[in-house]
T-cell receptor
Framework: EDKVVQSPLSLVVHEGDTVTLNCSYEVTNFRSLLWYKQEKKAPTFLFMLTSSGIEKKSGRLSSILDKKELFSILNITATQTGDSAVYLCAASYAGGTSYGKLTFGQGTILTVHP | KAGVTQTPRYLIKTRGQQVTLSCSPISGHRSVSWYQQTPGQGLQFLFEYFSETQRNKGNFPGRFSGRQFSNSRSEMNVSTLELGDSALYLC?????????????FGSGTRLTVV
């Protein structure tokens, strides 16, 4: 059975701290690893990682994929209270067997205190 | 361009009733996927539609069904509602559902079954 596991499940930090969120996966016909931020309802897209070892960056956020060890990390530097959210990682599928499907991890609840 | 639109935002239904939720994808996107999000199970894939055809289905009972119209708008129906169907229902839009372009989520419909 396909599985995506995130750690830690929750994290409390203070503004200015740097955090690392982890995501491991065991998925057949793996295509990409996606990261989303969910604050109230709609998960908003952060990154899609398809190639191993290539870091993607967006402002204070960065992410990288290791396809040999089957994991990804999401780093957030100089955290702000606005970073408080649930961070979700999800695996997508290659080929024509799993159209439209993402398998999600449980999410990491990040709380940033002022 | 406009994002993914889900209606209604909130619904309260009684056990045994049925409900229909709507999702309008991003203009030009032809694939719509549906997910159920609960605190216990996280985000779980329901099904995917492309060009009015269901191409993929998750492990949900037959009470959960859907359809897609020629303009790519999709509806999801749940019949004979149970208390356990209370959840946030999210739809995701993509150009082709292959995972090559990622997925954009709507804000969801919060369904409460009483």
């Amino acid at each position: 059975e396909d599985k995506v596991v995130q750690s830690p499940l929750s994290l409390v930090v203070h503004e200015g701290d740097t955090v690392t969120l982890n995501c491991s996966y065991e998925v057949t016909n793996f295509r990409s690893l996606l990261w989303y931020k969910q604050e109230k309802k709609a998960p908003t897209f952060l990154f899609m990682l398809t190639s191993s070892g290539i870091e993607k960056k967006s402002g204070r956020l960065s992410s990288i994929l290791d396809k040999k060890e089957l994991f990804s990390i999401l780093n957030i530097t100089a955290t702000q209270t606005g970073d408080s959210a649930v961070y979700l990682c999800a695996a997508s599928y290659a080929g024509g067997t799993s159209y439209g499907k993402l398998t999600f991890g449980q999410g990491t609840i990040l709380t940033v205190h002022p | 361009k406009a994002g993914v639109t889900q209606t209604p935002r909130y619904l309260i239904k009684t056990r045994g009733q049925q409900v229909t939720l709507s999702c309008s994808p991003i203009s030009g996107h032809r694939s719509v996927s549906w997910y159920q999000q609960t605190p216990g199970q996280g985000l779980q894939f329901l099904f995917e539609y492309f060009s009015e055809t269901q191409r993929n289905k998750g492990n949900f009972p037959g009470r959960f069904s859907g359809r897609q119209f020629s303009n790519s708008r999709s509806e999801m129906n749940v019949s004979t509602l149970e208390l356990g169907d209370s959840a946030l229902y999210l739809c995701a839009s993509s150009p082709d559902g292959t995972g090559a372009y990622g997925y954009t989520f709507g804000s969801g419909t919060r369904l409460t079954v009483v």
